[in-house]
T-cell receptor, first 113, second 113 residues
Framework: SQQGEEDPQALSIQEGENATMNCSYK?????LQWYRQNSGRGLVHLIL?????REKHSGRLRVTLDTSKKSSSLLITASRAADTASYFC?????????????FGQGTTLQVKP | DVKVTQSSRYLVKRTGEKVFLECVQD?????MFWYRQDPGLGLRLIYF???????EKGDIPEGYSVSREKKERFSLILESASTNQTSMYLC????????????FGPGTRLTVT
């Protein structure tokens, strides 16, 4: 079953603007990850945040995690047309020893040039 | 760089045919996964393997089987393809410990007619 719920389902912005995507989950987690998928391709890992971390940065990406609210957000700053893709959050259960990820349904981001 | 390859990018099969989808990874990862991705349903785990000859059912194993005879190769088998198995199939691999980050192949778009 899908644990992550993402919001919004679709987002359209102009180049240079910031894009924020949110993810909620249901159970205790070991870590939460964000992936990007370009149209018709496989997923690419972007960033991982552990359950004891609150914020993490990687280039133009900023991820926050609020375990009390069971939610995370992904912020892409100064967006570019090349950021157009679908973005998925995925969680690893706290009790997992198999590496099984549970994916959200994704947010489709369109960045207009 | 980690490389995960899938045997075909596009595949068209007839109802009732036996279909083999193959996945190979070159990073000596313990874990390998098969997902299917459908619009509005996100990524759903079919099967995964955490060691050679070891496998576990995911969320939607019905109609599928898997084989992992060598560490680097994980095959998904559709015993008797049906039209409702038309989908994008994604293979992933990951290290067993610590982060559970997954690396994805480019996907196989399977059409069953």
């Amino acid at each position: 079953s899908q644990q992550g719920e993402e919001d919004p389902q679709a987002l359209s912005i102009q180049e240079g603007e910031n894009a924020t995507m949110n993810c909620s989950y249901k159970t205790s987690i070991n870590n939460l990850q964000w992936y990007r998928q370009n149209s018709g391709r496989g997923l690419v890992h972007l960033i991982l945040i552990r359950s004891n971390e609150r914020e993490k940065h990687s280039g133009r990406l900023r991820v926050t995690l609020d375990t009390s609210k069971k939610s995370s957000s992904l912020l892409i700053t100064a967006s570019r047309a090349a950021d157009t893709a679908s973005y998925f959050c995925a969680t690893v259960s706290y009790s997992s020893n198999t590496g099984k990820l549970i994916f959200g349904q994704g947010t489709t981001l369109q960045v207009k040039p | 760089d980690v490389k995960v390859t899938q045997s075909s990018r596009y595949l068209v099969k007839r109802t009732g045919e036996k279909v083999f989808l193959e996945c190979v990874q070159d990073m000596d990862h313990e874990n390998m996964f098969w997902y299917r991705q459908d619009p509005g349903l996100g990524l759903r785990l079919i099967y995964f393997s955490y060691d050679v000859k070891m496998k576990e059912k995911g969320d939607i194993p019905e109609g599928y089987s898997v084989s992992r005879e060598k560490k680097e190769r994980f095959s998904l088998i559709l015993e008797s393809a049906s039209t409702n198995q038309t989908s994008m199939y994604l293979c992933a691999s990951g290290q067993g410990a610590h982060t559970y980050e997954q690396y994805f192949g480019p996907g196989t778009r399977l059409t069953v007619t």
